[in-house]
T-cell receptor
C-alpha cells in the first residue's frame, strides 16, 4: 500500500492567491481528516469526512478555507484568498472505521508558505 | 471539546536511560489513546496505542499505561537510543463512538549519546 498521498509536498504562494492541497487516502479507509500543524498551535483538526461526507468542519478557521471529497479516493483543501498566517504544514490522514486500533495514517504533509 | 494536556514539552535524557511522557484528558468517554512519533520534517507515525479496557500495553522498549479514574496516560521508553530523538504526541478520542482525535502539544525528546 502506498499510504496516504499528499501533493504538493511544498507550496510557496503570494498572499491573496488561491491554494489547493490534495490528498489520496489509503484504499478502503472510510474516514479522512485534514490537520494543520504549527509551532504555536500544534496539530489542529480542520475537518473530517466519513464516506465522502463532511462530518465536522468546526475546526476550519474561516470562510477562506473549504474542503471537498468528491469520491473515496480524493480530497482537496482549498484556501482562497491565502494569507501569511496560513503558513503551516497541512496533513491529511485516513483510517478504517471498523479498525480503530490502528489509529490514523498520516500523509507526508504539505508545507505551505504564504509570502 | 476534548482537552489533552501533555508534559513535559521538552525532555533530554542520556542514552540508555528511560523517558516518560505524561498526558491528561478531560472527556471521561474517551476510550482510545494513541501515541505518535514525529521525526524532523516527517509525518507523525503511530507507535503504540491503548484502549480503555486495558491498563497497560508494551511493545519492546515502549510501554503505555492508562489510568481511567484519574484520566491520565503515559508513554515509557526504556533503554533510550539516539534514534528515539523526535517529537512525541499523545492523543485521545473525543467520544466513545466518534472518530476524532485530540492531540497533545507534543514533547520534544532528545537522547544524548
Amino acid at each position: 500500500d502506498a499510504g496516504v498521498i499528499q501533493s504538493p509536498r511544498h507550496e510557496v504562494t503570494e498572499m491573496g492567491q488561491e491554494v489547493t492541497l490534495r490528498c489520496k487516502p489509503i484504499s478502503g479507509h472510510d474516514y479522512l481528516f485534514w490537520y494543520r500543524q504549527t509551532m504555536m498551535r500544534g496539530l489542529e483538526l480542520l475537518i473530517y469526512f466519513n464516506n465522502n461526507v463532511p462530518i465536522d468542519d468546526s475546526g476550519m478557521p474561516e470562510d477562506r478555507f473549504s474542503a471537498k471529497m468528491p469520491n473515496a479516493s480524493f480530497s482537496t483543501l482549498k484556501i482562497q484568498p491565502s494569507e501569511p498566517r496560513d503558513s503551516a504544514v497541512y496533513f491529511c490522514a485516513s483510517r478504517q472505521g471498523q479498525r480503530f486500533q490502528y489509529g490514523y495514517t498520516f500523509g507526508s504533509g504539505t508545507r505551505l508558505t504564504v509570502v | 471539546g476534548e482537552n489533552v494536556e501533555q508534559h513535559p514539552s521538552t525532555l533530554s535524557v542520556q542514552e540508555g536511560d528511560s523517558a516518560v511522557i505524561k498526558c491528561t484528558y478531560s472527556d471521561s468517554a474517551s476510550n482510545y489513546f494513541p501515541w505518535y512519533k514525529q521525526e524532523l520534517g516527517k509525518r507523525p507515525q503511530l507507535i503504540i496505542d491503548i484502549r480503555s479496557n486495558v491498563g497497560e500495553k508494551k511493545d519492546q522498549r515502549i510501554a503505555v499505561t492508562l489510568n481511567k479514574t484519574a484520566k491520565h496516560f503515559s508513554l515509557h521508553i526504556t533503554e533510550t537510543q539516539p534514534e528515539d530523538s523526535a517529537v512525541y504526541f499523545c492523543a485521545a478520542s473525543l467520544r466513545s463512538n466518534d472518530y476524532k482525535l485530540s492531540f497533545g502539544a507534543g514533547t520534544t525528546v532528545t537522547v544524548r549519546a
